[in-house]
């Protein structure tokens, strides 16, 4: 008997605590969803409106680069090749985010 | 200086050109469409696209008659100022995917007009269709006006006439092929505009004494002295703050909201190949958005060095007249196929996003019982009506055809993006403030714009005709709206028992992966309050004077 209820106390004890754990889990991806949309968003966002950037600070206009004033390049280059250099890391993060978001909620729905 | 009626001097060499892209387009329908078995099947290609062709996809419903004419003859009136307009448009499938793409592919939604009615409900979601047509019609309209200009150059005839036989062959080529046939001819028409584009481009620079010609998209530095000194403004920024600021919730907000382009990341067999395409549309799209920025930079280069003069409602027409001046004959007759590809990969996928909105989101809500075959007519039906709709409209144009396709985008940022982002970031959103943003942003924005009370605007010229000040007061409008009035029906018992509430928070939950419901996720007051107060701060900036 006392053998026995030592034995559930354990198993109670071991499922509370791999509960709370999971629980944490799930919490911190929920925080990184959170998180990536809002970093990926604001750098997304940088990305394709640099002239924004140019026309509230004149005095980072006029500077020749690769030939070209600085504020037309500068957000045409990265309006393409940063951008596509973002998204690249944004498709990997959020593919694996989704991959332990699914294993953490024990589905696998391939969507 | 002297005008000129700029036509093709060989109208046989682009017949044939033409003919036989049409002749691949009808045939890639026609087996397309032999492979839908269902009409799940015909609106989302069976899920079965992979990623280089999703990205090609996605591209090229981008890659509309805008970006091969309205863009540069934009940059011709506009200068630069044009050049950081466009450049944002990228954004659109990152920012999609990131923010919604995941969710709704979970839901299984077509469009976000079907996310709308299951986490708002039918009426709101009825009122959100009916923008969403509007939005598709004026897009569309901006591709037949352009289609009509291109068969102007290329058979010298009427605008009426080249309007109503160009639109009738694109709506026809629509009807037969579906979602397939857009999916699999749009890669394909991708492909034939990109090359159609910058090689010839390539060529023109060359004429031009640049030296860089065998990389269009970056290399013409050494053209820009002679720019500086024949258009001194050519590099200048000219407008303030507010216009690029704008930028945001017209244009990139807009074509978050535009449901042909989240139809491309449903249309991916999974959300991994849909992110991969993800890469490979930025990829096509800045090579091709680049290229018509040197097209433009030569466009106004030769405005600005050639006796011969460019009148303004020629200025759609400059990709074409730049071929014709300084490439052979044979080359302009397909750098029209390609012209013509690009606005028919748009209003395919305009057309098909109408179809499936009226089908889908209108016909099989009231009729849910309707049989597979009956729903493929409505939806054939429906793609018809929608393409004679704009045809119809075009036969009155504005003078840029890229004016229409803008304002649609404004209307979409206002109408359309604030309800999915909230409604699937944010659960105390609910149907009584969706309801209310979505109808006083909307109509207001319809109010503010030149078109309807041309004394009721925000800004004057430019910034008013394509929307810009409209969805600078209505998209902060829209999120202010739908996040106070959700934050104070929440705390009436009353109203709150009268929708299914608990329902649609456990909704957000699950299509974010969550298989157990928790409130204390997603569900923050005071994001609400955050997001109320910032929009507030801009919509009273908005309609202070000056700025622009």
């Known amino acids: 008997m006392v053998k026995g209820t030592f034995y559930y106390s354990l198993t109670d004890r071991w499922d509370n605590r791999s509960s709370l754990f999971k629980e944490e889990r799930m919490n911190s991806a929920y925080k990184k969803e959170v998180r990536y949309t809002l970093i990926f968003s604001a750098l997304l966002l940088m990305s394709g409106h640099l002239g924004l950037l140019f026309v509230a600070f004149p005095s980072l206009q006029g500077h020749m680069i690769f030939g070209f004033p600085s504020q037309y390049i500068i957000p045409v280059v990265m309006g393409w090749l940063g951008l596509m250099a973002i998204v690249a890391v944004q498709a990997k993060l959020t593919n694996d985010l989704d991959d332990e978001i699914e294993q953490l909620s024990g589905t696998d729905q391939k969507i | ?548």
Not at chain 2, 256 to 283: C, D, E, I
Not at chain 2, 314 to 343: C, E, H, M, Q, R
Not at chain 2, 348 to 377: E, H, V
Request: hydrophobic share 50%; glycine share 10%.
């Open chain 2, 1 to 548: 200086m002297e005008q000129q009626q700029w036509a093709l001097e060989s109208p046989t060499l682009g017949i044939i050109f033409v003919g036989a892209s049409f002749i691949i387009f009808y045939l890639i329908g026609w087996y397309s469409q032999k492979m839908a078995k269902s009409s799940t099947d015909y609106w989302t290609a069976g899920r079965s696209i992979g990623s280089v062709t999703n990205g090609l996809g996605m591209a090229s419903s981008y890659m509309s008659l805008a970006t091969f004419m309205g863009v540069t003859a934009l940059i011709l009136k506009l200068k630069v100022p044009f050049v950081y307009m466009w450049i944002q448009f990228a954004l659109s499938i990152p920012l999609i995917t990131l923010w919604y793409g995941t969710p709704l592919r979970r839901m299984g939604a077509f469009t976000p007009a079907h996310f709308v009615r299951e986490r708002y409900g039918l009426k709101t979601s009825y009122i959100t269709v009916i923008f969403m047509i509007l939005i598709m019609v004026m897009y569309a309209l901006g591709q037949m006006i352009g289609v009509a200009k291109v068969f102007e150059m290329l058979f010298g005839i009427n605008y009426n006439v080249a309007l109503i036989c160009g639109g009738a062959l694109i709506v026809g080529y629509v009807t037969i092929g579906g979602m397939y046939g857009t999916s699999y001819n749009a890669a394909f028409q991708m492909v034939l505009m990109g090359i159609a584009f910058i090689i010839p481009l390539g060529a023109i620079m060359k004429a031009m004494g640049g030296t860089g010609w065998y990389f269009p998209p970056l290399l013409y530095s050494d053209m820009v002295p002679a720019m500086l000194e024949a258009v001194p403004d050519f590099f200048d920024m000219k407008y303030g703050l507010k216009w690029y600021a704008s930028l945001i919730p017209c244009f990139t907000l807009g074509a978050m909201g535009l449901p042909h382009l989240g139809m491309r990341v449903y249309t991916a067999s999974n959300l991994k190949s849909a992110r991969g395409a993800m890469v490979w549309f930025t990829f096509f799209c800045g090579i091709v958005f680049c290229s018509t920025y040197t097209m433009g930079f030569s466009g106004v280069f030769f405005q600005a060095t050639s006796s011969t003069g460019i009148v303004p409602t020629d200025y759609d027409k400059i990709t074409l007249i730049l071929n014709s001046v300084y490439n052979p004959a044979w080359v302009l007759a397909f750098v029209i196929a390609g012209a013509i590809a690009a606005g028919l990969s748009t209003i395919s996928a305009n057309l098909m996003a109408i179809g499936a909105m009226i089908a889908q989101d209108i016909i099989a809500t009231i009729k849910p019982d309707l049989s597979d075959k009956t729903m493929k007519i409505i939806g054939y039906l429906a793609i018809s009506g929608g393409g004679l709709v704009s045809i119809l409209i075009a036969l009155n144009p504005p003078t840029f055809l890229v004016v229409s396709i803008l304002w649609a985008f404004g209307l979409a940022g206002v109408t359309v993006a604030p309800l999915v982002i909230l409604g699937v970031w944010w659960k105390p959103a609910n149907r009584y403030g969706a309801t209310v943003a979505i109808l006083v942003s909307g109509l207001t924005y319809i109010a503010v714009s030149p078109y309807l009370f041309p004394n009721l605007v925000i800004a004057s010229g430019l910034p008013s005709a394509v929307g810009m000040s409209g969805s600078l007061f209505c998209v902060p409008l829209c999120f202010f709206l739908h996040t106070t009035v959700s934050m104070i029906t929440d705390r009436m018992p009353a109203l709150m028992a009268r929708i299914p509430h608990q329902k649609d928070k456990e909704l957000v939950d699950s299509i974010h992966g969550w298989t157990d419901y928790s409130d204390e996720r997603y569900n923050s007051y005071s994001a609400g309050m955050i997001v109320a107060a910032v929009s507030l701060f801009f919509c009273i900036w908005a309609v202070l004077p000056g700025g622009w």
